[in-house]
T-cell receptor, first 114, second 113 residues
Framework: GENVEQHPSTLSVQEGDSAVIKCTYS??????FPWYKQELGKGPQLIIDIRSNVGEKKDQRIAVTLNKTAKHFSLHITETQPEDSAVYFCAASYYGGSNYKLTFGKGTLLTVNP | SAVISQKPSRDICQRGTSLTIQCQVD?????MFWYRQQPGQSLTLIATANQGSEATYESGFVIDKFPISRPNLTFSTLTVSNMSPEDSSIYLCSGGAANTEAFFGQGTRLTVV
């Protein structure tokens, strides 16, 4: 089955700096890679996703890059703000059949210091 | 995006009892899933809730312990049976459709004493 590795487990940055979180996956059949943000006491919230036919996707201060050959994808947050502080999870899945399920990384606790 | 509501949001239960968690989606979704999240940990898939048929369980999870129902496309329940303190966790419902995003409920925080 799929295995997703996520690094780092914790990340502390100063407000205004950039943050990068990296994930690798094992199953070359995976073709969908979402990122979730989870704030304390809440469920995971989808913030951005990318499919394997795209190398990069951007949404305001958030971007995701995908390298299919190396089987890794990264989340980039620019101009970080204190409200970006949360746990971020990457995930991988295969979309295209009648069934799919997400395999999650272990999460990254991001702290943005004012 | 789909809105997923879970009830209860939290509960404290006695060991040996059972708790049923409800999940309601505001639109029809093909897929519904149940996850467990231990404090400070990642999400572990318990099972896929199939409409009108038995759920598909992941390795390490069994129907007798976590019976699941899904009577229609917008509603599912997860029961945690014969609870022990090791079952203390956050239980999350997720819904989506093939080739679309998966959304999560707020979770049910369960404490077993």
């Amino acid at each position: 089955g799929e295995n997703v590795e996520q690094h780092p487990s914790t990340l502390s940055v100063q407000e205004g700096d950039s943050a990068v979180i990296k994930c690798t996956y094992s199953d070359s059949a995976s073709n969908y890679f979402p990122w979730y943000k989870q704030e304390l006491g809440k469920g995971p919230q989808l913030i951005i996703d990318i499919r394997s036919n795209v190398g990069e996707k951007k949404d305001q201060r958030i971007a995701v890059t995908l390298n299919k050959t190396a089987k890794h994808f990264s989340l980039h947050i620019t101009e970080t703000q204190p409200e970006d502080s949360a746990v971020y999870f990457c995930a991988a899945s295969y979309y295209g059949g009648s069934n799919y399920k997400l395999t999650f990384g272990k999460g990254t606790l991001l702290t943005v210091n004012p | 995006s789909a809105v997923i509501s879970q009830k209860p949001s939290r509960d404290i239960c006695q060991r040996g009892t059972s708790l049923t968690i409800q999940c309601q989606v505001d639109s029809q979704v093909t897929m519904m899933f149940w996850y467990r999240q231990q404090p400070g940990q990642s999400l572990t898939l318990i099972a896929t809730a199939n409409q009108g048929s038995e759920a598909t369980y992941e390795s390490g999870f069994v129907i007798d312990k976590f019976p699941i129902s899904r009577p229609n496309l917008t509603f599912s329940t997860l029961t945690v049976s014969n609870m022990s303190p090791e079952d203390s966790s956050i239980y999350l419902c997720s819904g989506g459709a093939a080739n679309t995003e998966a959304f999560f409920g707020q979770g049910t925080r369960l404490t077993v004493v």
